[in-house]
């Protein structure tokens, strides 16, 4: 049975964080060129780091996640953290045993560097000359961050849909760091579907007239409509063709209209049309750009002769966790990267969360993902 | 195997058409409200009406189709008609026998009345005055172009997609005018996935500001943003996962670019932005959305009590196609949909195409389709 996370949240005390904390990790790289001069970091953490420095837990957030992954509801964050149901004292992910850890992305909009930061370059946001950022910049920018914590081992790293693709990554490019690793929702290289949806949600930003060729910053306009039909094309993917029938199906809607009817709506319209406001509300559309081009361009194998040369510098302990009615990662794909993984010779293993909720599933069906994940956590001490 | 539908199109002979006519079928009354004074249907015809006037059989074409159903490669049509590899003397549709016809569907922008045609009362096009249609509208007016032909009864309805929505509603709504109806790749009622990715295709036009809610003709600019980025969504609903990674996989674009580029371009990404702009050079973006509307709007119990009492109208012997990969109308459902047809006491039977193609497998896959309702098209006389 799924839970309602929002009840689970709301009710269940959240461990105490350390606040947003921003970190200069200093002047940046990405690997396919262009230079950041000064790149911060948006963090929270939870619990503290033991004295071997090798406790500590990093959680990727997904697409339009940020740092807040644990915590009472407050003015900044109405719902509470996003993970609070698995992270806190003696949950899935236990605050009094671990240093948990959540940054914002390079190339985000919750505090971290991204396109609307300002290039110290020209005084200006960055807009659309913010290099191309993949996720193993991403990676390689938490890793600066976790040395600068004093951070000398992860006992886990773990996130779903591109936090998951980070996961990966992680216990691929920094094989001796990482001690378990549980990408959930995602695989080594997203496939042509993935990819067009990410496409036509691009498309409609920047066909969004204020957008402005990404120079909105400051103009008193920005591209919302594009965003919004973005995050419509995002949340179709998040959900399943069931999952829709049961929560939706053909009623029609209750709420106000936000857009020109034709013919009345139907209570999914009206949803996807509540979502693409809300989004537009809070992120960055440019950022929206460049993190959902990363999910794209994300090959486990880029830069290694083939996926099982990358695959086989897995030192880790790995858990990949597939949702049955995924779309985005189908179970199948995810499943397959796991026994590739596997032959590669990394101790890896595949387990899969049977539900109706789509790609969202990681971010709502938390009794099915402790069942999944929490007895790979249990597993002996791997550190 | 699938054979490629533009070879077979190219050589073989395609049987002599009328050429487009346009037909008056004079005033008309929407269900849902509103007034037309004047309609007029374009259609084409090939082959001949017999004596007992009860040979025919109507083709109805998909969302962006036409009436060309059949025709030789011409300048207004340079891929010739879009279902000729099923139409012609001697093939599935044999025009040796049958008097065959398609019309543009009410609504439409291929010569049939919609909302880019002048509004005699006004003298200028429709735009968003023009009124909402419905399936049943669209049938109930290729109905009186039928009697207006002359046609006594129809032998077979056959159509795709928004077709076999109106092959379904016509069996329905005149039961007692036709003998077989072979809906392909539809059912009594879209889902709200689907429905979803048609608003966001709505959204997008709308968005566009060249749409200027809908008054765009005579501006010099159309909303060809919006309904490219419409295109593309539709074009994901109507291919399959696996379809697209065989065609497209991860494979970079070999076409010159038509739009921005974030990190280069993947082969689907260029496929769907040509797509895009090939459909916003011949279509009319505010038919795109009456037409997108009428299909999520539609539902075969709509005026009845259920669908039960829809089905049971039935007389005609049908025939559902389904095609196993596709999740617009997913075979599933069009599965069910003939199983409450049969139920509701219809002689209605399932059929299924196995195909990567999705839910365009009925304008691909010419043997499969001939494999699944040719034998439906041979049995005894229905008439």
Chains 1, 2 share one sequence.
Not at 96 to 111: M, R
Not at 161 to 175: H, R
Not at 280 to 291: H, Q, T, V
Request: hydrophobic content about 35%; overall charge negative; some cysteine.
């Amino acid at each position: 049975m799924t839970l309602d996370p929002g009840a689970e949240a709301r009710h269940a005390p959240a461990p105490e964080t350390s606040g947003k904390l921003h970190h200069r990790i200093g002047p940046f790289e990405p690997e396919l060129g262009g230079y950041l001069p000064e790149v911060t970091l948006a963090y929270e953490t939870w619990g503290e780091l033991n004295s071997a420095r090798d406790n500590a837990v990093l959680i990727v957030h997904a697409l339009t996640g940020d740092s807040h992954a644990a915590g009472d509801p407050s003015a900044g964050y109405k719902r509470g953290g996003w993970w609070n149901p698995v992270i806190g004292p003696g949950r899935m992910i236990d605050t009094e045993e671990n240093f948990v850890i959540c940054s914002n992305v390079l190339g985000g909009c919750s505090g971290s560097t991204g396109p609307a930061s300002k290039n110290p370059q020209t005084g200006r946001p960055y807009g659309m000359s913010f290099p191309l950022i993949t996720i193993r910049d991403m990676v390689r920018a938490q890793k600066r961050l976790l040395d600068d914590l004093g951070v000398k081992r992860l006992s886990l790293v773990i996130g779903g849909s591109i936090g998951g693709q980070q996961t990966l990554e992680w216990a691929v490019e920094f094989p001796d760091f990482v001690d378990r690793a549980a990408p959930v929702a995602a695989t080594g290289a997203l496939g042509p579907q993935g990819i067009s949806m990410s496409e036509i949600g691009r498309r409609a930003i920047m066909a969004d007239p204020h957008w402005q060729e990404g120079e909105y910053y400051g103009t008193g306009r920005t591209p919302d409509d594009g965003l919004a039909i973005a995050r419509m094309a995002g949340m179709v993917t998040y959900q399943s063709a069931a999952g829709q029938w049961e929560r939706f199906g053909r009623r029609p809607a209750r709420r106000p209209a936000l857009h020109r009817e034709l013919g009345g709506r139907f209570e999914v319209e009206s949803y996807l049309h509540y979502q693409g406001r809300e989004l537009a509300g809070r992120f960055d559309a440019n950022s929206y750009l460049y993190l959902s081009r990363a999910m794209d361009i994300y090959d486990v194998a880029a830069g290694y002769d083939s996926p099982e040369e990358a695959y086989s510098r897995i030192q880790a302990d790995t858990l990949f966790t597939g949702i049955s009615s995924d779309w985005l990662f189908p179970a199948a794909e995810v499943r397959e990267t796991a026994e590739e993984a596997r032959i590669a010779g990394s101790n890896a293993r595949y387990v899969e969360i049977e539900s109706n909720n789509g790609h969202d599933a990681f971010l709502k069906d938390w009794a099915e993902l402790r069942e999944a994940v929490g007895p790979f956590l249990e597993d002996g001490d791997n550190g």
